[in-house]
């Protein structure tokens, strides 16, 4: 029989164990005798044993098979789970990701480790880096009479729900949006010629097209767990690597983001923890000096705020010091002596995102060259969500990301400038300003206004467009404040034509490849106009 | 029977004969309405919608180093979009020919060519679409 076609959903199946694998590993390292944990191992590598074996991908099955016995001396209470049994059982999980993705690896010596594991003699040294925290079990394993776990909760509801192609999914979205651009070129066309039935069947379209839509990005919607489940093993091998003690405290993870979403966050998110345990928290000496637990705590946690969720990370580490920040931006030429005393010290945190910025002492090989930040915020605004940082020396620094819940369908605000309209996620805009001419500050050639106490640049969208500064006669002019890559700014536009919600169709080859655009956006009276992407922009 | 796979769209650009291989092209579109493309090169004469897929045109004079077009007017060969999202504005679409037509084939001359056509109305360059795709993304990295 040809099993080809079920590969797929054969890989798909066997991340969902292995994550799992990972997560009940860490949960056995902070808490050595907990069944539930043995019993959720022995399921998984039972289960991949069982999929890889009907697949034929012998390798896969030996492995998985040698786990599952090994996961049974623990199971059987034979032996305690010690810290160099959840190394090899994080060892196996990671060959065995490697040989579900196709890799061709040799699992002989990890078998051979397996099957010979003595364990050690006396209760091993305490573990260096204690198991990261996870904060919500995957539901409660259930034994059997005889021990033999049984199947979970999802596995016998089978049948509620069905594994459907993200192509299908993208599709689905994409006939939406097309129904939504229908129905505003039809609100248009009802509008310009005042007839009263158009209108009324043009409302019940448009109640209708809600209710789809809403339908068809809830069926994209997955929880952040997706890719959250595998951090608390990533901050575990950090700090060893950097000889820190940290465990990540994760919380909210249900909360559901587009698929888009969520897949963006898989970089942004490892790259802040790295960060945070590799510049933010100090070394337990200086931590325990410091008057603080060893331990550091470095914690993920995320809720749902309206039409956005906000995702904080956060240490109990040595935090930023806005003056150092600063002095080393200067000293780097990133920006004048003068503009950094004019800047506040909230505004002096997003230095970090300035390309090229990095106040790590020393380049290590967890968090690289300080390129991170620049590369986080830029991910983030591309799927229009922003960041805001808070921190307080000695106690400790907070990421705040803030995402819209869909990437497809957005909502935007429609300016014209460089005659042209333009549209720019509401997300990517802090304020819009009708800002008054004598509060322009000219100086070294740049203009600049002030805003909350703070200057900021003042650019012309025209200009960044590449077309001549429209003639403004007016006593005030219109400008949209927003932040980009690290800083504060100020944009004037010719004029703003108004809010709308959207479907977002990203661009192809070649046009792609010129910077400053996201993709475009019909409107209801069949104008393409484009979505810009100020972080690519400037 | 000859397939798509055989045939080839021939049209006309400031007098000379181009030739593009029929699987490369998804539709021919007169006048379509087209919108500006901020900071493109002037060979981009604007954005059109092609079954509901946003479509950047290109003047294939103007690519070749000619005076743009004043407008988006003149017939608009449209691409493949799994070859790329993009659309060419030429003069005009001649015919649809079978390869069997083609008296002779010679390496290609100029830019974007894949070979010199000779066709029993004169020469004909074949555009190498893939390739002038790729200088397009190049050309617009740049900007």
Known sequence: MDMSQYHELFVAEAREHLVAIGEQVLTLEGDTGNREAINALFRSAHSIKGMAASMEYGAVADLAHRMEDFMDRFRKGADPVDGLATDLLLECADLLGQLVEGQSRDPSDLISRLVTYVPPAAPPDEDPAPAAAVEEPRGEAVASPDGVPAPAPEELRGGQTIRVRTGVLDHLVN????????????????????????????????????????????????????????????????????????????????????????????????????????????????????????????????????????????????????????????????????????????????????????????????????????????AIQKVGGTLAMESEPGAGSRIQLRLPLTVAIIPVLLVAAAHLSLALPITAIEQTLDLDRQRIIRRDGRLLFLQHEAELPLLSLNRLLGRPLAAVRERTVPVLVCQVRGRRLGLVVDRFLGQQEVFVKPLGRPLASLRGLAGTVTLGTGEIVFLLDLPSLL | MTGDADRLLLCRVQGQSFALEVMAVAEVVESPPTYPIPRAPAAFLGIMTCHGIPVPVADLAALLGSRPAAGAGGTVVVLEPGRAQLALRVDAVEQIISREEVLGENPGEGEWAAATLLLPGGAARLLAVDRLVTDLELLLGRC
């Open chain 1, 175 to 378: 006939v939406t949006g097309e129904l939504l651009t229908c129905k505003q070129r039809l609100l248009q066309i009802a509008q310009e010629d005042a007839s009263p039935r158009l209108v009324e069947a043009t409302e019940e379209l448009s109640r209708l097209v809600r209710e789809l839509q809403g339908n068809v990005l809830a069926a994209r919607l997955m929880p952040l767990a997706a890719v959250t489940a595998t951090l608390p093993r990533a901050v575990r091998d950090l700090a060893r690597k950097v000889g820190k003690k940290a465990a990540l405290v994760l919380a909210g993870t249900e909360i559901e983001l587009d698929r888009a979403i969520i897949e963006s966050l898989s970089d942004p998110l490892l790259h802040l923890l790295r960060n945070a345990v590799d510049h933010g928290l100090e070394p337990p000496d200086a931590r325990l000096a410091a008057g603080k637990p060893a331990n550091g705590t470095v914690s993920l946690t995320a809720f749902r705020e309206r039409d956005q969720v906000v995702i904080t990370v956060a240490d109990d580490g040595r935090g930023m010091d806005p003056a150092r920040l600063v002095a080393a931006a200067v000293a780097k030429g990133l920006i004048s002596a003068e503009e950094g005393e004019a800047l506040p010290p909230s505004e002096a945190l997003l230095l970090t995102c300035r390309p090229g910025f990095s106040t790590a002492r020393e380049v290590t090989d967890v968090s690289g060259r300080g390129v991170g930040m620049d590369a986080v915020q830029t």
